[in-house]
């Protein structure tokens, strides 16, 4: 049987994954961790990240050998992932110049706004080049030093391969890409502000070389295995496929590669990626150009709220049920909830909610304002405020939506996953009805991401065709359910989406008093 491992660094779980051949788990294993702040910034001791990587083997070793009654000696390919974003900055002799600095951080807003305007691209506070421009624009003493920049993913993948290179995906977190490497034109003006500020460096030479799914990334080391797994029981000189982002292994882990397809994750954040067939004619501050791990573009929506504003609404009326001595189950609450949000009238009782427990920046808001308008012709009954609660959920990626379909862009289908979606059909159908597009939910992406850079390791050891047929083929036989909304449906949407952009100075207004 043949074995491909999957390691994914996440924001609170280090996850280790091993599949077989079709893409079946075979067993996995697991470490808890938490960020810090570390002289201001958002960090993980880079320690605990060979910890955490070393526990999550050993337990998936456990598991394997108590399962198939033998050690876990060979593996055919392997693949590491991480949070995508951040900045980890070593010199020559590949010391560490600054704590690791995590996409969480946002204390890079000059380099953003200064870089964005000079290259025309959006360049998030989250990137890598960003993270060094704003280390420059500070005056902090490493900046002239660096000679590596590294994500978490291709840090790992480097002290498990000695290759300095780093996925598609990945590398489009780090500098804008074009076909498949990091834009030349833009290298030039980059490297030109480095110049003004008196650093005589090409940030192309600091950056991991980019390679795309498919590649052979690198062998795993004796070095590399022993740090891997300290029983001594991994055999070195597995092939690597490139390590990537987490965006990357969500696209992959719920088929959403190909040209106009998408992937949204739905939780207390939303994020959702859409596979462009072009450019787009201008650069938005609200959308990220990123990558698949074959190179192609994609828009990234992010919201910084989703989900938390239902759940709270949720607790309250757990808390009702007992005052009344109900002992309610809060999950079949949920359920009963959702589905009561069905029987909502066509106006969705002309009530209107923003679930910005923090500030949105798909609308423009700088602080959290949760809030809900309603007018006196309409009716507040329970399935109008679910449905309210259910679309205000959905509302911020719809105004991103607006952006991308004023560039054309077109969606033929999308697959989601996360908390939202845990009722069936509700969550699905709303937001079918926010991207007028078919929704999928599918059983193996709640696997996440280290099944996603699994699958991108067997896909580096087998390739015998372009990733989106690869995928085709995972996913013939995997359990799926797909929702289209209906055009009543879809005018319920539209009806909550014109009050809600009508009040939307309303809520402004709410996030600017303190």
């Known amino acids: 049987m043949k074995k491909y491992l999957g390691i994914e660094f996440g924001s609170t779980r280090i996850k280790a994954v091993l599949i077989d051949e079709r893409g079946s788990v075979l067993c996995s294993g697991g470490y808890e961790w938490e960020n810090s702040l570390v002289d201001g910034w958002w960090s993980y001791d880079l320690a605990e990240v060979i910890k955490g990587m070393q526990s999550s083997y050993a337990e998936l070793s456990k598991e394997y050998k108590a399962k ?70 500070s005056g902090e003493k490493h900046a002239n030093s660096v000679a590596h920049l590294h994500t978490l993913s291709s840090y790992v993948h ?27 034109a833009r290298i030039q003006k980059y490297n030109a502000l480095l110049k003004a500020q008196g650093i005589d460096k090409d940030i192309y030479k600091l950056l991991p070389k980019v390679m795309l799914a498919g590649e052979n990334a690198g062998i795993l080391t004796k070095q590399g295995a022993k740090l891997l797994d300290p029983s001594g029981n991994l055999q070195a000189g597995v092939v690597c496929c490139p390590p990537e982002g987490d965006m990357a292994t969500g696209m992959v882990c719920t088929n959403a590669v190909a040209q106009r397809t998408a992937n949204v994750s739905s939780g207390t954040s939303t994020n959702m990626t859409v596979i462009l067939e072009k450019p787009l004619k201008k650069y938005y501050p609200e959308i990220d150009i990123i990558a698949t791990p074959d190179g192609y573009a994609a828009a990234l929506l992010h919201t910084n709220n989703c989900t938390t504003e239902i759940n709270e ?47 949105e920046p798909l609308a423009k808001t700088g602080n959290g304002a949760p809030l809900i308008v309603r007018s006196p012709d309409g009716e507040l009954n329970l399935a109008n405020f679910m449905q309210m609660q259910i679309y205000s959920a959905n509302a911020a990626i719809a105004l991103g939506m607006d952006i991308l379909r004023g560039e054309n862009v077109n969606i033929d289908s999308v697959t989601a996953h996360g908390g939202f979606y845990k009722t069936e059909f509700v969550g699905q159908n709303a937001l079918s009805a926010t991207l007028d597009a078919p929704v999928t939910v599918v059983k193996n992406a709640g696997e996440g991401g280290a099944w996603g850079i699994a699958l991108l390791a067997l896909y580096a050891a087998n390739k015998k065709s372009l990733l989106a047929e690869f995928l085709q083929d995972i996913f013939r036989n995997v359990e799926k359910a797909t929702v289209m909304a209906t055009d009543e449906e879809k005018k319920k949407f539209a009806a909550f989406m014109q009050g809600y952009k009508a009040n939307l100075a309303v809520e402004k207004l709410a996030s600017e008093v303190k």
């Open 68 to 137: 198939y009654n033998e050690s876990l000696i060979q593996i055919d390919a392997i693949g590491i992932s991480a949070m995508m974003h951040g900045y980890l900055a070593l010199d020559g002799q590949d010391n560490l110049l600054a704590p690791f600095r995590t996409w969480r951080n946002t204390r890079t807003q000059e380099a953003a706004k200064e870089l964005s305007a000079a290259l025309k691209f959006n360049m998030p506070q989250r990137w890598s080049a960003t993270h060094y421009y704003q280390a420059i624009l």
């Open 313 to 359: 609404w949720v607790s309250l009326f757990s808390e009702v049920a007992t005052l009344c001595g109900a002992d309610i189950n809060k999950g079949e609450l949920f359920t009963k909830l959702f589905n009561k949000s069905l029987e909502c009238d066509e106006r969705v009782g002309k009530l209107v909610g923003y679930n910005y427990l923090a500030g």
């Open 158 to 184: 480097y002290l498990l391969t000695g290759k300095n290179v780093v996925g598609a995906n990945d590398a489009s977190g780090m500098f804008p890409l074009l076909e498949g490497d990091y834009d030349k």
